[in-house]
């Protein structure tokens, strides 16, 4: 569906007494994961935990600094998440948003909570069954 301009609370859940990062980021529902500039990764005390070879959207490839955890706000949702260390401002991709049970609104193109649960987030949690023997 594409990208979209929306604010978003960043902060670390285990330093309660640094602030947080309160900001517009770009949530694109073509990208993953959630990827943030180093200045809020520093900002935020993030422990750099393993480094991680991605592919950008010309089909280089290069290794950045994987972080986390992140406590990621927007609205009355909010999730925890790693995040890789790139860019100059805070990306929110598809596996953020689907774990905020957020979606897109077509006529407005913004961001929002999902409206069949506007309350609490939801999942789709399949059982896999055993195989038969």
């Excluded at 393993?50 to 909010?78: C, M, Q, W």
Aim: aromatic share 4%; net charge neutral.
């Amino acid at each position: 569906m594409g990208f979209f301009e929306t604010q978003v609370r960043l902060t670390h859940p285990s330093r309660i007494n640094l602030h947080p990062v309160e900001a517009t980021c770009l949530a694109d529902t073509a990208a993953l994961m959630l990827c943030i500039p180093e200045h809020v990764a520093m900002q935020l005390q993030l422990e750099t935990l393993h480094r991680r070879e991605i592919t950008l959207a010309d089909g280089s490839r290069k290794s950045v600094p994987y972080v986390g955890p992140v406590k990621v706000e927007f609205a009355n949702r909010a999730c925890y998440s790693g995040a890789l260390v790139l860019g100059d401002r805070i990306l929110l991709g598809a596996v953020p948003m689907e774990d905020m049970d957020l979606v897109v609104h077509p006529a407005t193109r913004r961001i929002v909570p999902n409206p069949a649960s506007p309350n609490i987030a939801t999942a789709v949690v399949k059982r896999v069954s055993p195989m038969a023997a």
